[in-house]
């Protein structure tokens, strides 16, 4: 199910190229590969650790809040600081990469739908 060193890891290694946005201590960002709104940025915990983010919560309550306040930061930075929020947990929610990782999305999206 999950791939060691994730694909995450290794963009965090410099191995695989990305357009990062972000990278501090313990948090990376980059644009998604294939993205889903007009702006499509993932934000990363620099540790594999925590393969969702229900692990991360539990485990390392400090990461998930600086993992959502670097998501503000970027809205803030790439979009007009509206944007949506989402953690894939499993599968059957879409999840491909168990490497805990915030989709932040914006830059225009319909109104009343869940979908990206
Ligand atoms: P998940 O489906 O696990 O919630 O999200 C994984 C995300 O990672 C997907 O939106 C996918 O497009 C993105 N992704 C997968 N491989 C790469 C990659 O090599 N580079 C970048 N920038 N994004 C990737």
Not at 17 to 33: C, G, L, N, T
Request: hydrophobic share 45%; no cysteine.
């Amino acid at each position: 199910m999950s791939e060691t060193p994730s694909i995450f890891s290794r963009i965090i290694a410099g191995e695989v190229p990305a357009d990062i946005v972000y990278d501090s201590e313990r948090v990376i960002a980059f644009k998604d590969i294939n993205p889903q709104a007009p702006v499509h940025l993932l934000v990363v915990p620099k540790t594999e650790e925590y393969a969702n983010v229900a692990e991360l919560a539990a485990g390392d309550p400090a990461l998930l809040a600086e993992i959502v306040t670097t998501a503000q930061k970027l809205a803030f930075e790439h979009m007009n600081g509206q944007y949506r929020l989402i953690f894939n947990t499993g599968r059957d929610a879409g999840q491909t990469v168990y490497h805990v990782h915030a989709h932040v999305l914006g830059g225009g999206l319909s109104e009343g739908s869940l979908a990206s």
